[in-house]
């Protein structure tokens, strides 16, 4: 498996530039829905980003599913049993369609609760409901989704769910339209032809992954065995996916607490930073690949080959990056709000998260490299263990900060700086030693 440097940097590639294109069709999904309900007006508008903000959390915390599969299908894809591989990822399918189909009942039954947690009017609660209740008999198909696509991303392949993203991402908006203003349905049809959409997209994946089934002669059948195995690992991968979310929550909760402009600075400061974590996150998504694929095989030179190249890359792009927000910084307040003021307040965080995109670029590509490895066990324990220096630093800032520019940089010093510190410190040492090196099938 030796690969000169050009043709592994060629094989990164390959794998990342089609992830990222995929990984942008979730956003835009939003995007396109909020365009087309906004046209309806601002209550039925409100009423999506209730909807959403529930939605966005489950879909994210399900993650797991795409996480867990990847490195299970690659290291038995790199080990030369692709039958086995194959089949391993359809036990993620099954896995995902289980969970999936819990989360839609419960989740149709909860909705009037989680509606209610956000204290909105009743006339925006009504259109949440009707978004949220119609939209979780879309979750299983988006989390059958989400296996199928770390079962491709096993087999080195990232450009199959790219074009199946993209025909979903058309649909949903061909069928919003035809059904929010061509049916008169209002928000109801915004919902319904998401979910369309999303089942679209799994008949699309059941039909691949069917061929390739039948191509390696595997079974299609649900494994008791192998249905546990990949519950098993992405329990743990759940875990490390909770200790982000309670990371991102509490970094909010802050922020609220500091004042109503310093939340707003700091959602403008936070959406910089996720828009920059695509490119990472596809980088992150070949790492995963690779690195299953080699530990599948034994290459354990391969394997330090593509962690050095990614994190060599990854550190490149944040430089990169960090330039650029460093030299907008002044601009990006104002692109976002209009406000000169608000821009004012803003910048200071914007050049500590500046500085921190080196920093980020490498913490997101070890984090792609353990979980390639399979090492979701000692990422979930990390991932707590983190937020032990973390939460003490969110407490200082909320105490003695204060508001302004100046709170607003702690509060970003404490995230970009302490939070992902901690992040590169745990990672970085686990990558350091051999115990995560575990080869074979």
Request: hydrophobic share 60%; net charge neutral.
């Amino acid at each position: 498996m030796t690969e000169p440097p050009v043709t592994l940097n060629r094989s990164i590639l390959r794998l990342a530039v089609p992830a990222l294109g995929a990984l942008m069709a979730e956003p835009l999904f939003l995007i396109v829905d909020s365009a087309l309900v906004g046209h309806l007006g601002v209550v039925p508008l409100a009423g999506l980003g209730i909807a959403a903000a529930v939605l966005q959390t489950i879909v994210g915390l399900m993650i797991f599913l795409a996480y867990s599969t990847t490195p299970a299908v690659a290291r038995r894809f790199g080990a030369g049993d692709p039958a086995k591989a194959v089949s391993v990822g359809i036990d993620g399918m099954w896995l995902a369609v289980g969970i999936g189909a819990v989360l839609a009942v419960a989740g149709w039954f909860a909705t009037p609760l989680l509606v209610s947690l956000f204290g909105a009017s009743p006339e925006v609660a009504e259109q949440a409901e009707i978004y949220l209740g119609l939209s979780m008999w879309g979750l299983p198909a988006m989390l059958v989704v989400f296996a199928a696509t770390g079962l491709l991303r096993g087999l080195q392949d990232t450009v199959t769910p790219l074009w199946i993203a993209g025909i979903g991402f058309a649909a949903n908006a061909l069928l919003n339209w035809l059904f929010i203003y061509g049916f008169g349905w209002g928000i109801a049809g915004s919902a319904l032809g998401t979910v369309f959409a999303q089942w679209g997209m799994v008949a699309a994946f059941v039909v691949v992954v069917g061929r390739i089934a039948r191509r390696h002669e595997a079974s299609v059948l649900p494994r008791r065995d192998g249905v546990r195995g990949s519950a098993r690992s992405g329990g743990w991968l759940f875990v490390r996916t909770v200790s982000l979310r309670v990371a991102l929550l509490a970094t909010v909760a802050v922020a609220t607490g500091l004042g109503t402009e310093e939340l707003a600075g700091w959602q403008v400061a936070f959406t910089i930073f996720s828009s920059a974590a695509f490119a990472l996150d596809a980088l992150a998504i070949a790492a995963q690949a690779l690195i299953g694929k080699g530990l599948g095989a034994g290459d354990d030179p391969f394997v330090r080959r593509v962690l050095g190249r990614t994190l060599a890359w990854g550190a490149w792009f944040g430089v990169i990056v960090g330039g650029i927000i460093a030299a907008l910084s002044g601009v990006i307040g104002l692109v976002f709000t209009g406000d000169p003021d608000l821009a004012a307040l803003i910048q200071p965080a914007l050049i500590v998260l500046a500085i921190a995109q080196p920093i980020c670029g490498i913490v997101f590509v070890l984090d792609g490299v353990l979980i390639g490895a399979g090492d979701a066990k000692y990422l979930a324990i990390v991932g707590l263990l983190n937020l032990a220096p973390f939460i003490p630093a969110l407490v200082l800032v909320g105490l003695f900060a204060g508001g302004g520019a100046a709170g607003l940089a702690w509060l970003a010093v404490a995230f970009f700086g302490v939070y992902m510190l901690a992040r590169l410190a745990t990672l970085g040492w686990r990558v350091r030693g051999s115990a995560w090196l575990t080869a074979g099938a």
